[in-house]
DNA sequence: AACACGGGGGG
DNA sequence: CCCCCAGTGTT
């Protein structure tokens, strides 16, 4: 029997009940597989329910407003996801009569909607023939093949997805593609494969040599750089403060935050933000006490961020870097989405105020 | 081809 | 502390 005959028999005894299988709407397809992206099932899950609660069809999703959408992804990282379902939405609604692309082509058109995802889509969604390749694939078919080249090279991924596509089941290529990449996420795992449950242990080379444990090869990621940042938690005679919202591009974009930035060598912390706000913002502060320290790890760096309680001295805030800014109550900065530091300030604020009574 | 882009989970 | 994750877009 081949591989793909038995999976697909594991596959429709052990699938898990996730809340994207109950229908094969497109919508629903897209709206997970754009979720799923760098981020695991178990994370998605949630916030699949509320998304779909709050935007029920992609017209009522076009409708929203981009911060709304934004709020409801706060926490799921990686934004530029959230502004591009959004940019999907309004054109499947307004220029596709409502109606996805059904082939890979069609698909990859639509921002957001990469090789993996056109896969995804075309071959859930609407049964077609089309390849896909996660990390979990990778990881399955490096050990299938035994393969000892670094899966990290492009040139290594792109005969991978020769073998995907030559691999693929043709009479239900949905199905075989979920089941390769569940496969992946329960037994397959990075660590401590389960290969006594393993449906396909008999076609794996990696186990017939038991090298699974070295496989994929991968060459390992250089460590990360940590950088000082100033935050102002900035407030006005009214009890309210200022909250600054980040361009659409970039890191957080659309964003609320406390408005700041990166402390350039030897400068001190309270130079650096008074610096920031000048910038960002042309106003002058008096800066106060340290109000809380907080710890985040990003991809590609870690940050310390210092927030600290101020003044306006002079001057009224102008949007020069910043979207937009506004002076809101502490009870309103939950209508506001933000990144997990700024909340993890908002949480030190909310602990505080309860111990003032 | 290399890099930017979040955050949570697990060893 | 490290690595991993149903990747995409930009340069």
């Known amino acids: 029997m081949t591989f793909q005959t038995e999976l697909l028999q594991w596959y429709d005894r052990f699938a898990a009940p996730?809340?994207?299988?109950?229908?094969?709407?497109?919508?629903?397809?897209?709206?997970?597989?754009?979720?799923?992206?760098?981020?695991?099932?178990?994370?998605?899950?949630?916030?699949?329910e509320r998304f779909l609660a709050a935007y029920p069809t992609v017209q009522a999703l076009a409708d929203a407003p981009l911060d709304?959408?934004?709020?409801q992804w706060e926490g799921l990282g990686y934004y530029s996801r959230a502004r591009n379902l959004h940019r999907t939405a309004q054109r499947v609604?307004?220029?596709?009569?409502?109606?996805?692309?059904?082939?890979?082509?069609?698909?990859?058109?639509?921002?957001?909607?990469?090789?993996?995802?056109?896969?995804a889509i075309s071959s859930i969604a609407f049964g077609q023939a089309a390849p896909l390749l996660d990390g979990n694939v990778i990881r399955v078919f490096a050990r299938l093949t035994d393969l000892p080249d670094d899966v990290t090279q492009a040139a290594v991924k792109?005969?991978?997805?020769?073998?995907?596509?030559?691999w693929l089941h043709p009479e239900r290529p949905g199905d075989y593609n979920q089941a390769l990449m569940e496969l992946g996420r329960v037994v397959c795992k990075p660590r401590h494969p389960v290969c006594a449950d393993c449906p396909i242990q008999a076609h794996c080379q990696a186990f017939a040599h038991s090298t699974q444990?070295?496989?994929?090869?991968?060459?390992?990621?250089?460590?990360?750089?940590?950088?000082d940042v100033a935050a102002g938690m900035v407030w006005d005679e009214a009890g309210r403060v200022l909250i600054a919202q980040r361009p659409l591009d970039g890191l957080l974009g659309g964003l609320w935050e406390f408005p700041g930035g990166k402390a350039e060598a030897g400068e001190e912390l309270p130079d650096c933000l008074r610096r920031e706000l000048q910038e960002e913002l042309g106003i002058e502060v008096e800066v106060g006490e340290l109000f809380t320290v907080v710890q985040h790890a990003?991809?590609?760096?870690?940050?310390?961020?210092?927030?600290?309680?101020?003044?306006?001295?002079?001057?009224?805030?102008?949007?020069?870097?910043?979207?937009d800014w506004k002076w809101v109550l502490p009870d309103e900065l939950s209508q506001y989405s933000?990144?997990?530091?700024?909340?993890?300030?908002?949480?030190?604020?909310?602990?505080r105020r309860g111990m003032l009574f």
């Open 68 to 71: 709304d959408v934004l709020k």
């Open 93 to 119: 609604a307004h220029d596709l009569n409502g109606q996805f692309p059904h082939t890979v082509d069609g698909l990859l058109k639509l921002p957001g909607i990469g090789r993996y995802t056109a896969g």
């Open 338 to 351: 933000f990144g997990k530091a700024d909340r993890d300030v908002i949480k030190a604020l909310e602990s």
């Open 213 to 227: 444990a070295e496989r994929p090869v991968k060459t390992p990621r250089p460590g990360t750089p940590h950088y």
């Open 158 to 166: 792109d005969r991978l997805w020769d073998l995907a596509e030559e």
């Open 18 to 48: 996730l809340p994207w299988r109950t229908t094969a709407d497109p919508y629903r397809v897209w709206l997970s597989e754009i979720m799923l992206q760098q981020t695991q099932v178990e994370t998605v899950i949630p916030y699949f």
């Open 298 to 323: 990003f991809t590609h760096f870690r940050i310390t961020l210092h927030a600290f309680t101020c003044r306006i001295a002079q001057g009224e805030p102008r949007a020069l870097e910043v979207r």
